[in-house]
C-alpha cells in the first residue's frame, strides 16, 4: 500500500509539471503582448531569446522578418512610430509543449476609424524565452 502510494504521487508530480510549465509560457506570451501594447520595444526584448527570430508564414513561403533581439527591437520601434495607435488582444491561447498558438485581435485607428483583424500567431520556446514568432496573415 505504501508503494501504491508512493506511485500515486509521482505520477501527481509528473502530470502537474507540465501544467506549471504551459501556465509559464502563457503567462510569458501575455506579458510579451502587453510589452507590444505598451508600445515598448526594449521590455518586448526581455522575454525573447537573442537569436530570436519572427517568421511570416504565407501559404508555402516562411520569410524571416527579423533575427536576433537588436533587428526585433529596431523593427518593433519602426512600426511602433508608424502606427501610434496599434493594439493586440489574445483572444485565444492554446499550449502544446514549447509552442504556445493564439489568436490576436490587433486595432488601430485609421481615419477616425477603429479597423481590426485576427491572425494566428506560435510562440516557440527554448526554455522560459520566446525562440521564434510565426505570424500568420490576417482572416
Known sequence: MRHLASCFMFFCFVLSAPGLA???RSEQVKAFV???NA???E???QYVTDDIQWLSV???R????TSGKTELTEAMDGYFK???SCQSEVTDLTVLGNRVSTVEEASWRQN???RSQKSLAIYEFNNSLIRRVYYFPAE
Open 22 to 24: 504551459a501556465s509559464e
Open 112 to 114: 477616425g476609424e477603429l
Open 58 to 60: 504565407n501559404g508555402d
Open 62 to 65: 516562411i520569410a524571416v522578418e
Open 43 to 45: 521590455l518586448m526584448s
Open 82 to 84: 508608424s502606427c501610434a
Open 34 to 36: 502587453a510589452a507590444f
Open 39 to 41: 508600445h515598448n520595444a
